[in-house]
């Protein structure tokens, strides 16, 4: 089972919503109480960027693109990232990519594909 597992993508119109989940199954609670955590996302012909982060207490970044517009959020108890995608553009299309990175490890999951149709 891998660390990380990636759900939620979809296609979807312009205009819509999305949320992503990043569930670390095979983690403990304490070890990934001290994860910091993002979303990054490669569209095809593309190199893979950064979409949102949040440290192990909390402290949130978005890429300027999708700020005021994507909200990325964890729970701990259920050792699970989120990102609500609002106001979906084309351009939002891609692979979307989560990591969880520590002292001690760096962990990708294995992608989930945002369609967006304009």
């Known amino acids: 089972q891998p660390q990380l597992v990636e759900s939620g993508g979809g296609s979807v119109q312009a205009g819509g919503s999305l949320r992503l989940s990043c569930r670390a199954p095979?983690?403990?609670?304490?070890?990934?109480?001290?994860?910091?955590m993002g979303w990054y996302r490669q569209a095809p012909g593309k190199q893979r960027e950064m979409v949102a982060t949040i440290t192990d207490n909390g402290v949130k970044k978005y890429a300027e693109s999708v700020d005021g517009r994507f909200i990325i959020s964890r729970d701990g108890r259920r050792k699970t990232m989120y990102l609500e995608m609002n106001r979906l553009k084309a351009e939002d299309s891609g692979v979307y990519f989560c990591?969880?990175?520590?002292?001690?490890?760096?962990?990708w999951g294995q992608g989930t594909q945002v369609t967006v149709s304009s």
């Open positions: 990591n969880a990175f520590s002292a001690h490890n760096n962990y």
């Open positions: 095979r983690m403990i609670t304490s070890v990934f109480s001290v994860q910091n």
